[in-house]
Structures are given as C-alpha cells and as structure tokens.
C-alpha cells in the first residue's frame, strides 16, 4: 500500500549533511497535485521521499491511469530509468505537501560505482519492489477488490489522507462506477 524506506533516508541524511558540494544534493518542495515526474520524459535528479506522500501511475494508451504504489519516506525515485538510461517509466505525483532529497545524476552515477551501502540499498529496494508486485499480483488473483479497498481505506485513515476515488479506482484496477459498488457492499 504506501511504500517507505527508513534505512534509505537515513543513508540519504547522512550524505546531505556530510557532502560538502551542496549542489550535489538539495531539498526541494512539491506542493499537493504537483507532478514530481512525469512520464516518458527523461528525469533530471534522483529523488529520495523526505516528507509526505506519492503516488506513482502509469497512464495507459487509452488514457486511464494504473496507480502502481503509493511512495512515502525512504523511496527513492528516478534511479531505474538512470540505470537503464530511458525516459520516465510512470508518473509521480505529491499527493500531500511533500519534500525530497533531489540528487544530481553525476553525483548519484560516481556513488553508484564507489558506494558498495548505496549499491546495497538500490539491491534491497529492487528486491523489495519485486515481492511487493508479486504479492499484490496474487491478491489481485485470490481476493475481491473489497479487501485490496478495505486496506487502502485503513491507510487512509492511518496517514490522515484523503484518496479520492478516481485515485482508489486506479490503484485497484477498476471503474470508479465499481469502486462505488464495492463501497457499497463494504457498508453492508
């Protein structure tokens, strides 16, 4: 559901506070609704999630949005498509206030071939992603949209956020029109 990573922001904290080129590493701020990534264009920093909360969605060819994960503290953005030297592979978007470590590419390619603790974090991020897609894959499979909802209604509670159902339809996979329908048999 909302995915953090606590080990990775204090890596990224430590760096900011011992990197004497502070270009190499600044904070920025992204106001709710504001696009941090946009799809298909090429990103300009690596970003690490400080504050706040993200969605990360896919917008398909017939213009309906697929939310993939829902990214908070720790999370890490735009290191895959450096690796792989593409565009954007999904949107990312604040949907609180939400600040961020920006990294600069040059700086975050020399950590990659140096750094053996951020190779290992980009390992266990790339092997937590895999087991968090696999699961939700299964549960897609072997349970109704009511439970996948039920707990995207828990997180919204938890984090004190509001998810509108456009935003709900999307990361289950469903029309807003069935999303109302399984709220409807949630009440009963």
């Known amino acids: 559901m909302l995915r953090t990573n606590q080990l990775f922001l204090n890596y990224i904290e ?3 506070k011992n990197e004497e080129r502070k ?5 920025r701020s992204f106001f709710k609704g504001e696009r941090i990534f946009t799809q298909n264009e090429k990103p300009s920093k690596i970003m690490l999630i400080k504050e706040g909360i993200t969605k990360c969605f896919l917008v398909e060819e017939n213009d309906k949005e697929y939310i993939v994960e829902f ?8 290191e895959i ?6 565009p954007c592979l999904c949107s990312i978007e604040a949907i609180t206030d939400t600040t961020v470590y920006a990294v600069s590419i040059p700086y975050f390619k020399s950590l990659i071939k ?7 974090h980009l390992l266990d991020v790339f092997a937590e992603r895999i ?8 549960y897609q499979q072997l349970y109704a949209a009511e ?13 004190e956020i509001e998810i509108s159902k456009e935003d709900m339809a999307a990361y289950l996979g469903i029309t807003v029109r069935s999303l109302n329908r399984t709220l409807k048999n949630l009440e009963k």
Not at 23 to 27: A, K, L, P, S
Not at 81 to 86: A, F, G, S, V, W
């Open 81 to 86: 498509e450096l690796i792989r030297n593409i």
């Open 14 to 16: 430590n760096l900011y």
């Open 131 to 138: 087991v968090n897609t696999s699961k939700r894959a299964s």
């Open 114 to 120: 140096t750094d053996l603790l951020l190779n290992n």
């Open 71 to 78: 990214l908070g503290k720790g999370e890490i953005i735009g």
């Open 23 to 27: 270009e190499d590493i600044v904070i």
């Open 147 to 159: 439970h996948t909802l039920s707990q995207l209604l828990k997180l919204q509670t938890r984090q």
